[in-house]
């Protein structure tokens, strides 16, 4: 089975942690053993986020003495890709001896136009108390957002035309690969009327990057990973409910929020809705269970 598996940003930086270079490296270790068998059985290709992190590098740049625009969320998004995708690879090698991995950096197409680069949604970096973000916003002309009961950056997030590279990752596949790419959701880029392209001041979700890929190379299962169970109906009331299944009109019904849930069930539903294929959105403690279909919550085609 060909598999798209996006593994969460927070998965490697939980909230609140010291955002400390081996504690990453040991987190994503413990990934890739969770993974190791669905990486041994099947055609694989793990995506990965990076909100923690680039919003990380972004704060370091800003504050240096540097000019503001020397590293660029673009080129932010590029880095980390470069570093995460390290430190997955290394981990996938070391537990698959003889297995061919590749970690690959893409870019993803959007279109300048989109109404939300003008409206910042995409949660970025550290958590803040009030008054830092408060600061932070006056001081660098960030948009800061609530994220619970923190605050936290906030960047536009257009959607996810396609990955450029989708070609390459099929290739790497086809001959037996484990493929790391589309970190980040890929580098936001725009394309000029001469076919030339240009980064673009944004940062695409990793989640409906994922979905754009998996239609793209033809994937068998989209796999969301993050840190509850599953989609919950009713979430915060006494109604609340795991949900086992939906079909892409009951997952958009709920409502889910924009910041957190809502992507994940919208490529979910995107992917299912175009393809006919199935995704599931679930913990990586239950990876294989997930794939099996025994566990999260399961999307299916109506």
């Not at 299944?245 to 490529?267: C, I, N, Q, V, Y």
Request: charged share 20%; hydrophobic share 45%; glycine share 10%.
């Amino acid at each position: 089975m060909r598999i798209v598996l996006a593994l969460g940003g927070n998965a490697l930086l939980p909230r609140g942690a010291t955002p400390d270079t081996a504690i990453q490296v040991a987190k994503v270790r413990l990934a890739v053993a969770s993974l190791q068998a669905l990486a041994a059985d099947h055609e694989l290709v793990i995506t990965h986020g990076n909100g923690p992190q680039v919003g990380l590098l972004a704060a370091a740049t800003a504050s240096s003495a540097a000019p503001a625009n020397v590293y660029p969320l673009d080129t932010l998004v590029a880095q980390t890709q470069g570093m995460i995708g390290f430190w997955i690879t290394q981990a996938l090698t070391d537990a698959l001896p003889g297995r061919r991995v590749a970690g690959l950096l893409t870019r993803t197409l959007v279109d300048p136009a989109d109404p939300a680069m003008s409206r910042p949604t995409k949660f970025v970096g550290a958590v803040l108390g009030q008054e830092e973000a408060r600061a932070l916003s006056s001081e660098r002309a960030w948009t800061m957002a609530r994220d619970g009961e923190h605050w936290r950056r906030v960047v536009p997030s257009p959607r996810p035309v396609r990955v450029l590279e989708a070609d390459v990752v099929d290739l790497l596949l086809e001959q037996g690969a484990v493929v790391v790419c589309t970190g980040g959701g890929g580098v936001a880029v725009r394309t000029w009327d001469d076919g030339t392209h240009e980064g673009v001041e944004a940062v695409v979700d990793k989640d409906l990057a994922s979905a754009v890929l998996a239609e793209q190379i033809r994937a068998d299962l989209l796999v969301i990973l993050t840190d509850v169970a599953g989609v919950v109906a009713g979430y915060g009331t006494p109604e609340a409910r795991l949900l086992d299944a939906a079909t892409p009109a009951e997952l958009r019904a709920l409502g889910l929020p924009e910041g957190s849930m809502g992507p994940k069930a919208e490529a979910c539903a995107s992917f299912v809705e175009r393809t006919g294929a199935r995704a599931v959105i679930g913990t990586l403690g239950q990876a294989a269970e997930l794939v099996a279909g025994r566990a999260g919550t399961q999307v299916y085609s109506a």
